[in-house]
C-alpha cells in the first residue's frame, strides 16, 4: 500500500526513494502530510479538501512553514501555502529547522551519502546552466582588477536592504568537519523568509563582512545564485559537507559554476611555500618545474574562488578576469 509519505516524495520526483518518504515521515504525521498533499491552496481551500477544521489547518500550516516543508505566497490574501518542489530546496529549508531532530538530521545524511551522488548526476544534465556560481574572495583582499557589482562581495553586502545568517545546512546535517557552522548568509528575500520562520537571525552589514572574512580564513568557497540579482544567498561552502563542492571536486558533476577569474601566479615571486596547493580543492594548482620552486595554476581546473590569495605569503597571487560579463546570466531563465 503506498504512504502518504511515498506519495509526497512522489511529488518532489523521489517516489523511488524510501530514504526521501522517511524524511518526511520524521517532519510531520499523516494528517499533516495529507495536508501537504491538498496543497497549493489557501487555509480555507485545504480545510475543505482535507474536512480539517479551520483552526487545525492554520497551526498545522505554521508548524509546516517553520519546518520548511512548505512555503506561503504573499500574492494572495490569506497566503497560499505549497510544499517543496525538489530535493535541493527540501534539504535547504528544512535542516535549517531549529528544532531538527537527530533523527531527521541523520536520516537526511543517509540520504546524501547514498543517492544524492547520482541524483546530482541527473540535475546536471538536466540544466543547461548550474543554479549557483562561485564568488571570489573579497574581504580579507581586494582583487586588483574591475569586478562588477553581482560578483563583488562587499557590493552584494552594500546593497543589500536586509540581512540575517542561518546554519550551514550541509554542515549541519552531514558533519564531516570542523568549520563554522553559522555562516550561510541570507540576502532581502531570503532573509525576510529566515526571520518569518524562526530558522535565521538579523545581522548587521558589517557582521556580514565579518562572517565573509572568517569564511575566507577558514578556506570556506563563496557560493550564491547564478543570476545577476544577489536577493537570495551567500553561502561558504567546504569541500566535505556541502551539495555541490564534492560532487565537481570527486565526479566532475557541472553542479557549480566557475566565477568568471582564474587565478595566476607570479613564477619571480613566488617562494614555493606550497600554501596555494594545499588551499585549492580543485587541484589546479601545481608545480611549474621538476625541482618545485614555483607554482603554477591550470585555468581548466581554476574555479576563481580566490582561497589561494588569502594565504599567500608574498603576495604574489592574482585573478585574472577570463570570463565576459554574460558569463553570469541576468536571471535563472537560461
Wanted: with cysteine; charged share 25%; hydrophobic share 35%.
Amino acid at each position: 500500500m503506498e504512504t502518504v509519505y511515498k506519495k509526497l516524495a512522489d511529488k518532489i520526483q523521489m517516489g523511488h526513494s524510501q530514504r526521501v518518504a522517511k524524511i518526511f515521515s520524521t517532519l510531520m504525521d499523516e494528517t499533516s502530510a495529507g495536508l501537504m498533499l491538498a496543497m497549493p491552496g489557501q487555509p480555507t481551500e485545504l480545510a475543505e479538501r482535507t474536512g480539517l477544521p479551520l483552526d487545525d489547518v492554520n497551526t498545522r500550516l505554521r508548524d509546516l512553514y517553520v519546518k520548511g516543508a512548505a512555503f506561503k505566497s504573499g500574492r494572495t490574501d490569506p497566503p497560499s501555502y505549497y510544499m517543496v518542489r525538489n530535493v535541493p530546496q527540501f534539504h535547504d529549508s528544512t535542516i535549517v529547522w531549529p528544532q531538527a531532530t537527530d533523527e531527521f538530521l541523520l536520516a537526511w545524511r543517509d540520504f546524501m551519502d547514498t543517492e544524492w551522488h547520482d541524483l546530482a548526476k541527473v540535475i546536471a544534465k538536466m540544466m543547461p546552466k548550474p543554479i549557483s556560481r562561485v564568488i571570489p574572495v573579497g574581504i580579507s583582499i581586494q582583487i586588483k582588477n574591475q569586478i562588477l557589482n553581482f560578483e563583488s562581495i562587499n557590493e552584494i553586502i552594500d546593497n543589500a536592504k536586509v540581512l540575517s545568517v542561518t546554519p550551514c545546512t550541509c554542515r549541519r546535517s552531514m558533519g564531516k568537519c570542523d568549520r563554522p557552522v553559522e555562516t550561510c548568509i541570507q540576502v532581502n528575500k531570503a532573509a525576510e523568509y529566515s526571520l518569518d520562520r524562526g530558522s535565521g537571525r538579523l545581522i548587521t552589514k558589517e557582521e556580514a563582512r565579518e562572517i565573509c572574512r572568517n569564511a575566507e580564513k577558514e578556506g570556506l568557497v563563496h557560493v550564491t545564485m547564478n543570476k545577476h540579482e544577489v536577493d537570495a544567498f551567500i553561502c561558504n561552502c567546504c569541500p566535505c559537507c556541502c551539495l555541490a563542492l564534492p560532487e565537481l571536486v570527486k565526479a566532475g558533476t557541472k553542479i557549480l559554476d566557475p566565477s568568471r577569474y582564474v587565478a595566476e601566479i607570479n613564477a619571480d615571486e613566488c617562494t614555493g611555500c606550497e600554501v596555494c596547493h594545499e588551499r585549492c580543492y580543485f587541484e589546479a594548482i601545481t608545480w611549474g618545474d621538476a625541482d618545485e620552486t614555483y607554482s603554477v595554476v591550470n585555468p581548466d581546473k581554476c574555479m576563481g574562488c580566490g582561497l589561494c590569495m588569502v594565504t599567500c605569503p608574498v603576495d604574489c597571487i592574482e585573478l585574472k578576469e577570463i570570463r565576459p560579463a554574460d558569463f553570469v546570466p541576468k536571471d535563472m531563465k537560461h
